[in-house]
Protein backbone atom coordinates (compact mmCIF):
# COMPACT_ATOMS: atom_id res chain seq x y z
CA UNK A 1 0.00 0.00 0.00
CA UNK A 2 0.93 3.67 -0.05
CA UNK A 3 -0.03 6.84 2.26
CA UNK A 4 -2.82 8.46 2.05
CA UNK A 5 -1.58 11.79 0.28
CA UNK A 6 -0.87 9.81 -2.59
CA UNK A 7 -4.03 9.91 -4.49
CA UNK A 8 -5.12 11.45 -7.63
CA UNK A 9 -5.65 14.81 -7.62
CA UNK A 10 -6.95 15.90 -11.14
CA UNK A 11 -4.43 18.46 -11.83
CA UNK A 12 -2.94 19.13 -15.25
CA UNK A 13 -0.03 16.83 -16.20
CA UNK A 14 2.32 19.44 -17.40
CA UNK A 15 5.80 16.61 -17.23
CA UNK A 16 6.30 14.10 -19.63
CA UNK A 17 7.79 11.55 -18.31
CA UNK A 18 8.72 11.51 -14.50
CA UNK A 19 11.82 9.24 -13.15
CA UNK A 20 12.48 8.86 -9.70
CA UNK A 21 15.86 7.43 -8.36
CA UNK A 22 19.71 8.11 -6.90
CA UNK A 23 22.18 8.60 -8.74
CA UNK A 24 23.06 4.77 -8.30
CA UNK A 25 24.29 2.15 -10.77
CA UNK A 26 21.34 0.08 -9.83
CA UNK A 27 18.96 2.15 -10.29
CA UNK A 28 20.05 2.52 -14.04
CA UNK A 29 18.81 6.75 -14.71
CA UNK A 30 21.39 7.17 -17.28
CA UNK A 31 19.30 4.37 -19.55
CA UNK A 32 16.41 5.68 -18.34
CA UNK A 33 16.30 9.20 -19.30
CA UNK A 34 17.82 8.15 -22.81
CA UNK A 35 15.00 5.93 -22.93
CA UNK A 36 12.46 9.10 -21.57
CA UNK A 37 13.60 11.07 -24.35
CA UNK A 38 12.42 8.85 -26.69
CA UNK A 39 8.89 9.05 -24.98
CA UNK A 40 8.72 12.64 -24.25
CA UNK A 41 10.14 16.61 -23.96
CA UNK A 42 9.51 17.42 -20.75
CA UNK A 43 11.16 14.47 -18.40
CA UNK A 44 11.88 15.56 -14.58
CA UNK A 45 14.50 13.24 -12.73
CA UNK A 46 13.68 13.24 -8.77
CA UNK A 47 15.72 11.53 -5.84
CA UNK A 48 18.18 12.60 -2.58
CA UNK A 49 20.82 12.33 -5.16
CA UNK A 50 20.50 13.62 -8.96
CA UNK A 51 22.88 15.07 -11.01
CA UNK A 52 22.63 17.49 -14.02
CA UNK A 53 21.82 15.90 -17.20
CA UNK A 54 21.18 17.90 -20.45
CA UNK A 55 17.25 18.03 -21.57
CA UNK A 56 16.27 17.00 -17.78
CA UNK A 57 14.94 18.94 -14.83
CA UNK A 58 16.72 17.50 -11.90
CA UNK A 59 15.03 17.79 -8.66
CA UNK A 60 17.42 16.67 -5.66
CA UNK A 61 16.00 15.58 -2.16
CA UNK A 62 12.56 16.86 -2.73
CA UNK A 63 9.97 17.49 0.17
CA UNK A 64 7.88 14.55 1.44
CA UNK A 65 4.70 16.96 0.51
CA UNK A 66 5.76 17.79 -3.29
CA UNK A 67 6.90 14.02 -4.72
CA UNK A 68 2.34 13.23 -5.02
CA UNK A 69 2.22 16.39 -6.85
CA UNK A 70 4.76 15.53 -8.92
CA UNK A 71 3.12 11.87 -9.48
CA UNK A 72 0.03 14.13 -10.47
CA UNK A 73 1.59 16.39 -12.68
CA UNK A 74 3.42 13.84 -14.66
CA UNK A 75 1.92 12.03 -17.61
CA UNK A 76 3.92 8.71 -17.48
CA UNK A 77 5.94 7.37 -14.88
CA UNK A 78 8.97 5.16 -16.27
CA UNK A 79 11.24 2.80 -13.93
CA UNK A 80 14.07 0.41 -15.51
CA UNK A 81 15.99 -0.10 -12.40
CA UNK A 82 18.27 -3.33 -13.00
CA UNK A 83 17.48 -4.75 -9.85
CA UNK A 84 14.36 -3.58 -7.92
CA UNK A 85 12.13 -5.96 -4.79
CA UNK A 86 9.03 -3.36 -4.32
CA UNK A 87 9.21 -0.44 -6.20
CA UNK A 88 7.89 1.71 -3.87
CA UNK A 89 7.87 4.78 -6.27
CA UNK A 90 5.66 2.83 -8.80
CA UNK A 91 3.14 1.88 -6.26
CA UNK A 92 3.09 5.48 -5.84
CA UNK A 93 2.57 7.11 -8.63
CA UNK A 94 -0.04 4.36 -9.84
CA UNK A 95 -1.95 5.85 -6.90
CA UNK A 96 -1.69 8.97 -8.13
CA UNK A 97 -3.52 8.32 -11.29
CA UNK A 98 -0.19 8.02 -12.87
CA UNK A 99 0.40 5.71 -16.49
CA UNK A 100 3.75 3.74 -15.44
CA UNK A 101 5.86 2.12 -17.73
CA UNK A 102 8.24 -0.49 -15.70
CA UNK A 103 10.57 -1.88 -17.67
CA UNK A 104 12.64 -4.09 -14.99
CA UNK A 105 12.30 -4.13 -11.13
CA UNK A 106 9.45 -5.35 -8.93
CA UNK A 107 5.71 -4.46 -8.94
CA UNK A 108 5.36 -5.89 -12.76
CA UNK A 109 1.54 -7.28 -12.13
CA UNK A 110 0.71 -4.18 -8.91
CA UNK A 111 -2.62 -3.91 -7.95
CA UNK A 112 -2.97 -0.93 -5.58
CA UNK A 113 -5.59 -1.04 -2.85
CA UNK A 114 -6.79 0.98 -0.06
CA UNK A 115 -6.37 -0.33 3.57
CA UNK A 116 -10.44 -0.61 4.01
CA UNK A 117 -10.27 -3.32 0.64
CA UNK A 118 -7.70 -5.03 2.61
CA UNK A 119 -9.13 -4.98 5.83
CA UNK A 120 -12.54 -6.63 3.87
CA UNK A 121 -10.48 -9.43 2.37
CA UNK A 122 -8.96 -10.14 5.83
CA UNK A 123 -12.27 -10.28 7.27
CA UNK A 124 -13.88 -12.41 4.75
CA UNK A 125 -10.79 -14.80 4.76
CA UNK A 126 -11.16 -15.03 8.53
CA UNK A 127 -15.33 -15.83 8.54
CA UNK A 128 -14.53 -18.40 5.48
CA UNK A 129 -11.87 -19.67 7.81
CA UNK A 130 -14.04 -19.97 10.70
CA UNK A 131 -16.73 -21.56 9.07
CA UNK A 132 -14.40 -24.59 7.45
CA UNK A 133 -12.91 -24.83 11.25
CA UNK A 134 -16.64 -25.30 12.59
CA UNK A 135 -17.79 -27.74 9.75
CA UNK A 136 -17.98 -31.38 11.07
CA UNK A 137 -16.81 -33.97 8.79
Known sequence: GTHKRFKDLNIKR????????????????????????????????FGRYTIPIKGVENITNPSIESIPQLYNRAKVFLSMSKCEGYSRPVAESMACGCKVINKSGGNKDIKIETWEEIAKQLIEYLNVNNKVRNTKL
Open 14 to 45: DIDILISGNYEPNKNIEETIKEAKGLGEKIVW
